[in-house]
Structures are given as C-alpha cells and as structure tokens.
C-alpha cells in the first residue's frame, strides 16, 4: 500500500495543535491572542507542514475530542500523583527504590500514537522512555512494583494506552 501524503490534513492537525497550545500558554482569550495564535499557528504550520507527516493520522470527531479530554484529565491526575511519590522517595530518611528497565508492549500502531505513549511515560515521574522497538517501549522505572510484565504494562501504560488508541489508532 503507498504512504500517500496529505498536506491539507497535516496543515489542519498541525495548526490546530499549534493553536491549541499558544492558547495554553498564554492562559488567555483575548481578541488579540486568539488573533495572534491563530496567524503564528498558521505561519509555522505552512512552513513545517510537509515535513510532519505524523499529523495525518490524527482525525478530529467529537469522539476523539471526548476521549482526548479523558486522556488529559487522567494524565494530570496521574502527574501529580508521580509527583508525590516522588517527592515521598526523596524526602524520606532512608531511600528504599528498585529501580530497573521494564519492557512494555504496545498496541498503539501508529508513530504518532507511540510518541504520544512514550511522552506521556517520560512526563510522568519515576519513569523514563530510554527506547522504543517495533511495538516496545523500554522504561527506567525508578521503584519497580511488579516483575510481571502484564502488571508492569498496565502499572506504567494501561491507563493512558486506552485512550491514546481511540485518539491515534
């Protein structure tokens, strides 16, 4: 099957993610931002477009906007939940951690579903994406729980994958 490339889409998705995030960072809805996001968006998206072939895979429905809100919502609970553990291990008087490199299947087919995986990992304290092959990710867990690599997988991934695979495929 050829890889055909979609430049409408990928200018679309990567506007629109641009977009999203400057409106993220400057925490404001103003005329002017939204004005300047918008044309700043577009600028960088035409220029880059061609060469960010992962933003065809995304395809906005009202389903995936829902799931994507979910997967937001369960990421930030659990960043600050890492960060506590964290913060735990660290100020403890005696540091008592199991770290080691666990590896995770993916079901995520797609690269942009798998970057997405693996930023999520890496966000979230007490773990680190340091490889990615074919459809595992290998992880520096900093207190490992578990030696099964079911448990393992679910521990660290299962509770973004779910969503990431109804987002990117």
């Given at each position: ?44 998206a ?11 895979v ?21 960043l ?20 080691a ?56 991934s ?12």
């Amino acid at each position: 099957m050829k890889n055909t490339i979609n430049l409408p889409l990928q200018f679309i998705n990567l506007w629109l993610t641009l977009l999203i995030i400057w409106l993220l960072a400057n925490g404001s809805l103003a005329s002017h931002t939204i004005i300047a996001g918008v044309s700043i968006s577009a600028v960088i998206a035409l220029a880059f477009a061609a060469f960010a072939q992962v933003y065809s895979v995304v395809r906005w429905s009202p389903r995936v906007i829902y799931y994507y809100l979910i997967y937001l919502s369960v990421f930030f609970y659990e960043l600050v939940k890492a960060n506590l553990n964290v913060m735990l291990l660290v100020f403890s008087p005696r540091i008592n951690i199991s770290p080691a490199i666990v590896e995770i299947k993916t079901e995520l087919k797609s690269p942009m579903g798998r970057l997405a995986l693996a930023n999520t990992i890496t966000l979230t304290p007490g773990t680190l994406v340091v490889d990615i092959q074919d459809d595992s990710l290998f992880v520096h867990w900093i207190n490992i729980s578990t030696t099964d690599p079911v448990a393992a997988a679910e521990a660290i991934s299962g509770r973004f994958e779910k969503y990431l695979k109804v987002i990117y495929g």
